[in-house]
């Protein structure tokens, strides 16, 4: 076991040696018998919260000859105290090295669970092709900062001989099994695609692969579009967050479908169907799908990202320059790494598409 890699002076690193600075300058203003050395254990004890072992037992070492130098200043070095306090200072020192080997092993298996995942994302979510038809397209995914929350936001376009069809969704939950099942969604949905007439068909597919996998309370939210040559969009809602439609020169408008639908994976929890409506898209015109880790995300007042009023960011009439625009923009409100995995597809219609 090396010396801690992460060696760069953080408060954490330095706090061991301030506590011991702070309990030795105290016990020399104090004077003899005032019987402050006990508390030189919290060096070495602080020092295993994030040090390695080397680390932890150095400062162990410089714990025990701070003890010594204290003993002999207060003159009560081979006394019975003296030797508790070192014994202590010994005990504590070794059990603070065990912590270390179990905290930096712990910290290994989770960086590998997050490269496995990361690794996995990536083959599942494949770059979208910039151009489809008579449209262009861009995405952007964020990863959230903590390890542990991984996340299951999947996306996919695809030109078939229905049009261009994309899905944007959000597996509930994070880790390794949202991106399992994040890839039971992107292969049904890329088989069903090319197959069915139209997107309640592709649903009712990923549905039936989806049962298959999750179990009752799990759940898949997104939303499902097609586009048409004749400048209309069809979408299905699956409970998922309503895509932005931005017109050339206007405000946004939220695609609100008809009706509520369940996510996907929840469907047998109605009896209807859930339903289809389409909106005009012209040329010139940008729809934003995106995951709730946009909307959802938090400045340091607690408040939400006002997606609706921010579209201004997406001036640029390049999808991936538009969409680096309102990444920075996003990411400039939050002031820090998001708390949840976000991503964002937007599609676009050339301008000599017009007829």
């Known amino acids: 076991m090396g010396y801690d890699r992460r060696d760069n002076w953080s408060p954490l690193t330095i706090l061991p040696f301030a506590m011991m600075a702070l309990v030795a300058a105290g ?78 092993r712990n910290e290994r298996e989770l960086a590998g669970m997050r490269s496995i995942a990361e690794v996995a994302q990536r083959v599942l979510l494949r770059p ?38 994309v899905i944007v969704g959000d597996v509930q939950g994070k880790g390794l099994d949202a991106v399992e099942t994040a890839a039971v969604v992107l292969g049904a949905f890329r088989e069903a695609a090319y197959d069915e007439p139209g997107l309640p068909g592709v649903a009712d597919r990923i549905e039936r692969a989806l049962a298959r996998h999750l179990t009752s309370e799990q759940f898949v939210t997104a939303v499902l579009a097609e586009l048409h040559p004749d400048h209309r969009v069809t979408l299905l809602n699956r409970g998922h967050p309503p895509p932005l439609l931005v017109h050339a020169g206007k405000a946004a408008e939220s695609l609100d479908p008809p009706a509520a639908a369940p996510p996907l994976g929840l469907s047998g929890l109605v009896d209807e169907s859930a339903r289809t409506f ?12 995106y995951t709730d880790g946009v909307v959802e995300a938090r400045n340091g007042k607690g408040d939400f990202y006002p997606l609706t009023q921010r579209v201004d960011a997406l001036l640029d009439t390049d999808p991936e320059m538009a969409l680096d625009a309102l990444q920075a923009d996003l990411l400039r409100y939050v002031g820090a790494p998001l708390d949840d995995d976000a991503a964002m597809l937007l599609l676009t219609t050339e301008p000599t598409a017009q007829a």
């Open 27 to 104: 016990d020399v203003l104090a004077g003899p018998g005032t019987g402050y050395l006990p508390l030189l254990a919290l060096g070495p004890a602080f020092a295993s919260l994030s040090g390695g072992v080397l680390r932890t037992a150095a400062v162990g070492v410089l714990a025990l000859a701070l003890c010594l130098a204290l003993a002999r200043f207060n003159h009560i070095l081979g006394s019975r105290n003296s030797a508790l306090t070192f014994a202590s200072l010994i005990g504590v020192t070794a059990a603070g090295m065990l912590a270390s080997v179990y905290r930096e």
């Open 278 to 289: 389409s909106v005009e898209f012209r040329p010139g015109d940008q729809l934003l799908l």
């Open 128 to 165: 979208v092709p910039r151009r489809v038809g008579t449209n262009r397209a861009a995405v952007r995914y964020i990863s959230a900062a903590a390890g542990a929350r991984i996340g299951g936001d999947l996306y996919e376009v695809v030109m078939t001989s229905q049009g261009v069809r």
